[in-house]
């Protein structure tokens, strides 16, 4: 009778310990990301949300006339690189413990994917975003400036000027809405991705012991990537919080709810989804970096140095 109650018990769930590979492969698999095809995604993106009456085309143009190529890695070095080594490392470690506790309470693969997904991003918002944010506002504002005729300010002489004026709000203008993008972007990207890759196991006939190749776990994860697009009205509301643009028209103390009825009244429900294009680009190379590139770096990185990673994405 015991033997027969041991042999069908679940599996034991173990705690994973915490190690700087995790946090390190995080980092790294995100810088990657941003300095291959993720910064111009981002910049080309963020150009649209921001001036809604562009055109794809138009916003390619408008980026180009910035610098050539070089306008379309605006913003890369320093703040687009501090961001991603941070919050790379902070969504990596921060997902894989928040899966582990949401299976410890029952949670299947997927809903324990989209837990640790959602609870990970929401603290790169709060620990990362928002000053990485500021700094990348405050080197578009230069640009402007610069294009004035005026001479641009220090980095920091700015960044000093608007805590000065503004405090830590200031500083982190907008990283509710930045929390909210997060959340239900990794929530989404991480959940969805599993999903797919349960979906092709199926398709193919391959167990959960049987791994995937590296064109079924990129397929699941560009479908993860693009899907999770759904939530741009929260990226052009994140824009427009922070965009330094003066009109008349707009509330001057910006919430996530005034800015969503401000853009929905001047711009409709088109204007909600303005830059989406680019970011379902963005989604897929940055799902497939994460999640397919991820799980084949930590192969290499375990055969290379012997040492087992235990970061789940």
Known sequence: MSASLTSSAPP?????????SNLLLGAGLNMFEVTTLGQPLEVVKTT???????????????????????GYYQGLIPWAWIEASTKGAVLLFVAS???????????????GGVAGGMVGGVAQAYATMGFCTCMKTVEITKHKIASAGVKPPGTWHTFMDI???????????????VAIRQTTNWG?????????????????GKDEAQKLSSFEKILASGLGGGLSAWNQPIEVIRVEM????????????????KTLNYVYSTNGLKGLYRGVTPRIGLGVWQTICMVALGD?????????????????H
């Open 163 to 177: 805590y000065r004026k503004e405090g830590i709000r200031g500083i982190n203008k907008g990283v509710n809405a």
């Open 97 to 111: 413990e928040a899966e582990y506790y949401a299976k410890s309470f029952g949670a299947s693969n997927f809903v």
């Open 242 to 257: 922070q965009s330094k643009t003066e009109d008349p028209n707009r509330p001057k103390k910006l919430t996530v709810g």
């Open 188 to 204: 989404s990207r991480f959940g969805l991705s599993r999903l797919a890759e349960t979906g092709i196991r199926r398709v193919t």
């Open 296 to 312: 084949m770096a930590k192969e290499a990185v375990e055969k290379i140095t012997g040492d087992k990673v235990t970061a789940k």
């Open 48 to 70: 649209m949300a921001a001036n809604r009456g562009d055109s794809f085309a138009g916003a390619l143009s408008r980026v180009w006339g910035r610098g050539g190529v070089l």
């Open 12 to 20: 034991t769930l173990e705690k994973k310990p915490v190690k700087f």
